[in-house]
């Protein structure tokens, strides 16, 4: 097994919740369930961090 760096990790999880948290609105939203107010900071979450995520330096 590959051992990553923290920062790997860190990267891998703020990718999966902003993917995690668009999918949630689009389902949420699906069923009737989700208030306009919670949509957009769900949404906000996920763009927050997919902005952390491209702040990472590439080597």
Known sequence: ??????????????????????????????????EPQTAVTLLGIGLACAGAAMLEKTK
Not at 26 to 32: D, E, R
């Open 1 to 34: 097994m590959e051992k990553k760096s923290i920062r790997e990790i860190i990267s891998v999880i703020f990718k999966a919740v902003t993917l995690a948290m668009g999918v949630a609105v689009v389902v949420l939203s699906c069923l009737g369930s989700l």
